[in-house]
């Protein structure tokens, strides 16, 4: 349409300031989405040029078009116009000034792809030396714009080039030598190419997408949408030719032969910062260094995990008593009945539910950014890359595992930092075994009622022991899990860790803030909503149908509760003297309730484990939250519904309840039993909200489910059943 904004698309290497310069571009006028079928954010936004307004889109990072996942077969689907996607009118490639060679090779793919594009150097005020602009624009033939996006520098001229190429679009000539057999090799694959890849582009055009199709398609690639006879041929002619000899290493030579000389004069390396150059090479000596360089990384997340797991408390606890606070006042000044439960236990409970991440999830995106943005992260993938690949994970999954360790949701939204599809999903899938915050309520009051206080050796306390060891335990089989899913499941070969170190520089606090309430929000917009219709759910089974009649026990003030449940007035001090009786009335109820009758139902099942129906039914209430076994157990033992893992009474009670022959009903060997299941079971629909929102369907988050469900079940049985077998009761 004739008043149609266009399109211009921000492509470039990762760590070339990509980002930075996408925000100094539009500013607030941004939104984050998601490429169709695909987990990889899709930002766009509006660039005011002089005369009128275009759409930008920021690409996912790239080193090259040659593409291995369906992350980066986005980046030239959408800078093609390919599958659907609409034709950027011009790309914008940013390359670093300190690293122009390596940077250019991006650069020289599009141009034999014939894309109209204009060069974007960044970070000059990183460099020594002046950028050789008039020598690169004759070496390219397109617009080449010298800037600091962190500085703000020169960016109204990369406008100006931005405007007059939309007007005229470089039409570039170039040409790249390479060996005599390719060109046969190349027709070959040429005639296998989709029809409307071929269609309307020039002979460069689809010699060049030729090229593309020889050097990313494999066995192994994970790319979509390639008709089956493309991906065959490109097999059939990589078994007879070196694609990176032919392909990649001509390429190199032109760049050596036309651009070495303008950055390296005689051979003298003069491009980039020597002071920065010379700093960042001191500093890896010592952060990359295997043990003084590891031994700093676990200082480094240790800091990480304790800021992200105390910081954050106050934060959780004001958001707790705000909805605290907000549930009793509408409580008080609205009047009793089913309306009023659902407001408030399932409405308000449910978006507090959802609101008490945000902490964690604004500080980790906030701490990760920082380092990510300082180049830190780079080297601390590289270092636990040594360790992580013998299990089939990434490097980038360690810190999303320990992150873990603090809240599965926001240790989950960080794998987007890993830029395979395969890599992140093996995360996802045993990021949840991590022992949470969460889990440390439910062991607390399990080890205390359960355990005796004492020693073991006359030293090490029993019940710091069970802790530590529920710790090392979970690691050990999240790192287990990720051995079996990556050969089974999630199958795929992993692939080597390629990344650039990038010189150590001041992390962009506008940008590194911006990332962060993006990745917030979109929390808030699509895993909140799952997670507050779950709540909902589980408020209803735990809360209906309700008794007929009251428990036998004071009867003026459990009736009086009761009308409260109706609507209907009653005398709030009469109840209020013999709350006793009102919290059994509560027990009874959820003892009745849809939940309740499920806990019944299932006690045979969980039997074996040595769970009965009250666990049962803590078990069913810990799926809204881990943490709220401890309050189901308090309302099904008359405690009422204020209870912790502190509260004496109901320590009490679980230690003390007996069965009709006088024997525990809760031995240390239930007690080991329920926390093996609670370590390894998947009972937080937070989690299978945000896994749904990150793999766009509910396939992984049903296979989490049955999986770590299956598994604690089975771990659990073993431990009861072995250890009544070993004499332990």
Known sequence: MPDARPLVALIGNPNTGKTTLFNRLTGSRAKVGNYAGITVDRRTGTLKLPSREVDLLDLPGAYSLAARSPEEQITIEAVLGLDDEPAPALSVVVVDAGQLLRNLYLVLQLLELEVPIVVAVNMIDEVDDPVPVEGLRKVLGVPVVPLSARAGTHVDDLIAAIEAGLKTPPTPKLEVTYPDGLSSQLAEVEEALPGDWRDGASPGRRRALARWALSSLDEHDELRHIPPSLRERCLAVSADLDVDEAIISARYRFLD?????????????????????????????????PVWGFAIFVAVMLAVFQVLFSWSDPFIGLIEDGFSFLGDLTRNNLPGGVGTDLLVEGVIGGVGNVVVFLPQIVLLFLLLGLLEDSGYMARAAYLMDRIMKSLGLHGRAFVPMLSGCACAIPAIMATRTMERQRDRLLTMLVIPLMTCSARLPVYTLVIAALFPVGTVGGVFP???????????????????????????????????LLLELPPYRLPTLRSVLRQTAERA??????????????????????????????????????????????????????????????????????????????????????????????????????????????????????????????????????????????TPVYTPLVGLSLMIFFALACQCMSTLAVVKRETKGWKWPSFLFVYMTSLAYVASLLVYQGGRLLGFG
């Open 462 to 496: 029993v019940q710091g022991l069970l802790m530590v060891f529920m710790y090392v335990f979970s690691t050990l089989v999240a790192l287990a899990a990720a051995g079996v899913l990556g050969r089974t499941v999630v199958k795929g070969r992993r692939m080597p």
């Open 257 to 289: 032969d036309h651009v070495g000389p303008l950055v390296a004069p005689e051979g003298v390396p003069t491009s980039g910062s020597r002071r920065v150059t010379r700093m960042t090479d001191r500093v890896d000596r010592v952060l990359l260094h």
């Open 521 to 662: 929000s979109s929390f808030l917009k699509e895993a909140g909503t799952v997670i507050l219709f779950f709540t909902i759910v589980l408020w209803a089974l735990l809360s209906f149908p309700k008794p007929d009649t009251p428990a036998p026990l004071a009867q003026p003030a459990v009736a009086g509760w009761q009308h409260a449940v109706q609507g209907e007035a009653f005398d709030v001090s009469e109840a209020a003297d013999n709350s006793a009786a009102v919290d059994a009335y509560r027990g009874e109820a959820l003892a009745t309730s849809a939940a309740g009758r499920v806990g019944h139902a299932i006690e045979p099942v969980m039997r074996p484990l040595g769970f009965d129906w009250k666990l049962s039914v803590g078990i069913l209430g810990a799926f809204s939250a881990r943490e709220v076994f401890v309050s189901t157990m308090g309302l099904i033992y008359g405690i009422g519904d204020e209870v912790d893992e502190e509260s004496q009474p109901l320590r009490e009670k679980i230690h003390e309840a007996k069965h009709a022959d006088g």
